[in-house]
């Protein structure tokens, strides 16, 4: 059943695969056939699924860290986040130093 949600995304993670690998040579001003992971590593480029994986982290993390109140949380289900640990900035978290 894995393979089955990671199919609809093969197309679209070769593509920007592509792309990247195109805008690397056109960084370095490379030829078209050196490898590909060698001309990331020297442009300083991560790999697109490694990037990918990261912003859905950081999301699943700035979702969390977002007030009882806020709009997107009526969206969320209650159970999505419950194994992440609330970020210690998090609203719930800072008190108020300001009130009288």
């Known amino acids: 059943m894995v393979a089955t949600t990671k199919a609809p995304l093969l197309y679209p993670l070769k593509m920007l695969g592509k792309m990247q690998r195109r ?8 030829f ?3 490898l590909l992971y060698g001309i990331e590593a020297i442009a300083g480029i991560i790999p697109i699924n490694l990037h990918l994986q990261k912003l859905s982290e950081r999301l699943q993390f700035r979702a969390h860290s977002l007030s009882s ?3 997107l949380q009526s969206l ?7 194994s992440v ?3 210690p900035l998090s609203l719930g ?3 108020n ?3 009288n």
């Open 23 to 30: 805008a690397a040579i056109w960084i370095l001003e490379a």
């Open 32 to 34: 078209k056939t050196f």
């Open 69 to 71: 109140n806020h709009i």
């Open 76 to 82: 969320m289900e209650p159970k999505t986040y419950a």
């Open 85 to 87: 640990k609330p970020h």
């Open 93 to 95: 978290f800072l008190s």
């Open 97 to 99: 130093t300001n009130a």
